[in-house]
Nanobody, 115 residues
Framework: QVQLVESGGGLVQPGGSLRLTCATSENIFNFNAVGWYRQAPGKERELVAS???????EYADFAEGRFTISRDMAPNTVYLQMLRLTPEDTAVYYC?????????WGQGTQVTVSS
């Protein structure tokens, strides 16, 4: 059973930073790609950033230049460093790990950007 556990969310003021962590129960090379997604109230879940087995990264337009995805083989962790946060970044952030046609999800971590 694949388990993904997110942490690092919280309340931050506009302009602030957060680093999210996704801990996986398996070697992250077992997945085709691991990504961060977010879902704001009343909106669909959207991709924030992803990193694949070849270390190729992909970012949503809103994340480009502000967010950085990275991974650490030990201990099987994927990070999302977020800078210059705005209220529009408020959402539940999910870690998703894709293996072939199946995506595994964590429980999500709330990020709230507010003064």
């Amino acid at each position: 059973q694949v388990q993904l556990v997110e942490s690092g969310g919280g309340l931050v003021q506009p302009g602030g930073s957060l680093r999210l962590t996704c801990a996986t129960s398996e070697n992250i090379f077992n997945f085709n790609a691991v990504g961060w997604y977010r879902q704001a109230p009343g909106k669909e879940r959207e991709l924030v950033a992803s990193i694949n087995v070849g270390d190729v990264t992909e970012y949503a337009d809103f994340a480009e230049g502000r967010f950085t995805i990275s991974r650490d083989m030990a201990p099987n962790t994927v990070y999302l460093q977020m800078l210059r946060l705005t209220p529009e970044d408020t959402a539940v952030y999910y870690c998703g790990a894709r293996r072939l046609s199946k995506t595994y999800w964590g429980q999500g971590t709330q990020v709230t950007v507010s003064s």
